[in-house]
């Protein structure tokens, strides 16, 4: 037996309405709270939340020696269409040059990597 459930991840970062509008943009759904807790509530009934950490400091990526903390695969149809769309929201690439591959990896705006799935 389970001693708990999932309920929510929380992503820190310093401006969490402005996190969550582009994560709001690249998954859909609404972004409901305001002040030092935001949540996403994406079509397929997941969530995501962003809560304000004023000392925040981006995971390094790649680190050899720092942990990158997380990421989130986010699945997509196709992987060019994708690409534009996250950059034009404020996506940094972090690894994305081996077009060979069914994944790129990104920083969303806070620093925290994620990358894009074909797969």
Do not use: N
């Amino acid at each position: 037996m389970a001693l708990a459930k999932l309920g929510v991840v929380v992503l820190d970062c310093p401006d969490p309405r402005a996190l969550a509008g582009f994560y709001a943009e690249v998954l859909g759904g609404t972004v409901e709270g305001d002040g030092d807790w935001i949540d996403l509530k994406a079509p397929d009934g997941q969530a995501l939340a962003f809560q304000a950490a004023a000392g925040h400091v981006p995971p390094a990526w790649p680190a050899p020696d720092d942990s990158q903390q997380f990421h989130l695969d986010l699945v997509v149809d196709d992987l060019d269409t994708a690409e534009k769309g996250v950059l034009a929201l404020g996506a940094k690439a972090l690894d994305t040059s081996d077009r060979s591959r069914t994944w790129r990896v990104y920083a969303d705006p806070a620093g925290h990597p994620f990358c894009l799935c074909a797969c």
